[in-house]
């Protein structure tokens, strides 16, 4: 089979109606077998990319327990190794309240309704690339009316139509005078036009691989936004917790500071107490005084954080409301194998779709080098009456097949498809970069867990032992051994201690909820029951 010049153009005419519509159809079939047969797509194939090698979390093997602190949230957890992570990772924390606030904010965040949209756009446009893979089919229909003026020629008036009508009756006869009349008549056209473009050399089909993979990072920003929100939940109801015990905390901090400056006062008033005595208790109460209105905008302003995770405006409250001591520290942690982060982080998985699809687009740019083919037909008729379009003299047709093959087009193509593969190196690295960063989020969440269980039993012995001296001060005032003052001191010194130990017990219910976001939050054990109750 000889292939045609490029740039040419085949016309078939001359040819008797219904061999051409055979000759067509067989056209048709023989030029999509063959495009789809051959399955040629330049440029790269795309290779999933491998977990790196001898991945781990730490130089040395991290311990698999962390310390304990006698106080509730102090308790042990143990790492385990390879575990999976439910979807559900919230409710290990053993509050309904919690768990009642996710389900409300997954129904009715706005962030999940534009990732949802987002994904169905992405959708939508692999659909609509695959429609180039089929013939692409028009109807035509026009009517028209028009008037001839009278002075025309006989010559420049319309013939015969297949109906046998002359549409111009004769202008001259002989030894008349010349008929001067205008002339008035209608002319309809009916058409239907096929057009195809083979996908030869894939262009098309690594479009769609392009649009495909750009779906599945959509696909994947979902599950991320649904893990982001949960943590955001889980975060926010902590904070509140650590608030509410840090506001109690510091108003006992300042009705001790109030007593003591009032003892101090009576003192001086007695004579038993100097001027700087008092001005030093003043500053201490002042200085307490002025640590509560920050703890008191934190957590409104986490509170208005809750209301509008759920969806709610400012003004509509939510009715859930959390304490440190109704949360509980889950005891065994998940702990998924490093050649697993891969597959379980949405933004590692979201770099491989966007690395998958730039590697689509470079053969997308190859493909616009090489030779464009395309096929094109319509069958019509034309009359004066539309009963007369398909009958004798009326049907028409063309069959055109056009290869183009781009020549010199000023360096655009070759330069398109350099920027496409500097795009490839560009998310290649930015692949190598998320998982580096995803490791790292992994270790440092770690490290902190281990860490910040140290630093609360710290606080649990700093608080115990500022107890004791609270304790002891108080059984030398009863005996007149230290003044009332002295008490007062110990006691300060004891909320202080409390108010860092109230913190520290916080910091370990944020680790937990880190490390679960950490791992990637579990977003493939997903059950049906869930995304039903999600996208409800």
Known sequence: MNCPNFAQTLVFSKVPVRLV????????????????????????????????????????PLPETSSSAPIHGGE??????GRDIPFEWWELFQSPALNSLIDKAFKANPTITAAQAALAQAQEMVYAQRGFFFPSIGATYQAERHKIAGNLTNDQAPGVQGNGDNLSAPLQTPGVAPYTAPLYYNFQTAELTVGF??????????????????????????????????????AAAIQEASLRAQIRATREIIASDEKALQILRDQFRLGQAMRIDVAA???????AKATLPPLQLQFEETRDLIRALVGNLPNDDVPETFELDALQLPPEMPLSLPAKIIEQRPDVRAAEAALHAANAQVGVAVAAMLPQFSITGSYGGNADRFSWMFRHGGPFWNLVGDVTQPIFQGGTLLHRKRAAQAALKQAAAQYQSTVITAYQNVADTLHASLSDADALAAQVDAENAAKVTYDLTRRQMETGYVNYLTLLSAETAYQQALLARVQAQATRYGDSVALFQALGGGWWNRTSKASANITR
Do not use: M
Request: hydrophobic residues 45%; contains cysteine; glycine residues 4%.
């Open 197 to 234: 473009v083979p996908d030869v050399f894939g262009s098309n089909r690594r479009q769609v691989e392009s649009l495909a993979a750009q779906t599945d990072a959509q696909r994947l920003a979902l599950e991320a936004t649904y893990i982001t929100l949960a943590s955001n939940v889980a």
């Open 76 to 81: 042990v957890q143990r790492y385990i190794a």
């Open 281 to 287: 208790q003043e500053t201490a109460l002042a200085q």
């Open 21 to 60: 519509r055979w000759r067509l159809v067989r056209l048709a079939l023989l030029t999509t077998a063959t495009a789809l047969a051959s399955g040629c797509a330049v440029g790269p194939n795309f290779h999933k990319p491998e977990a790196p090698a001898r991945a781990a979390y730490a130089p040395t």
